[in-house]
């Protein structure tokens, strides 16, 4: 079985920065993709950035030039960096992954979501 298990969220000013990270274990033949997705009170889920296994990177509008993802494929790891925080990116933030598992089945997992608030 696959589990993401995400930290790293928590309370800060705008203006401020916050660095969610987000670990896969379990077993996994291949990473396809990792992933952060948000969803704030009262909107649909919404992607924010994403990483291939090629290394091509993806953002959402609204966080280009302020967000940037990165990983550390030896540890299974995406981290997402957050600069410049802004009230709206208030949200429960996700990891979610894209694996080959056992039996090389195409699995996709989701974390519980760890929350970031963004208030002064």
């Known amino acids: 079985q696959v589990q993401l298990v995400e930290s790293g969220g928590g309370l800060v000013q705008p203006g401020g920065s916050l660095r969610l990270s987000c670990a896969a274990s379990?077993?996994?033949?291949?990473?396809?993709?990792m992933g952060w997705y948000r969803q704030a009170s009262g909107k649909e889920r919404e992607l924010v950035a994403r990483?291939?296994?090629?290394?091509?990177?993806n953002y959402a509008d609204s966080v280009k030039g302020r967000f940037t993802i990165s990983r550390d494929t030896g540890k299974n790891t995406v981290y997402l960096q957050m600069n410049s925080l802004k009230l709206e990116d208030t949200a429960v933030y996700y990891c979610?992954?894209?694996?080959?598992?056992?039996?090389?089945?195409?699995?996709?997992?989701w974390g519980r979501g760890t929350l970031v608030t963004v208030s002064s």
């Open positions: 979610n992954a894209g694996v080959v598992g056992t039996n090389f089945r195409d699995l996709e997992v």
């Open positions: 379990g077993i996994i033949l291949k990473i396809n993709t």
């Open positions: 990483i291939t296994f090629g290394g091509s990177e």
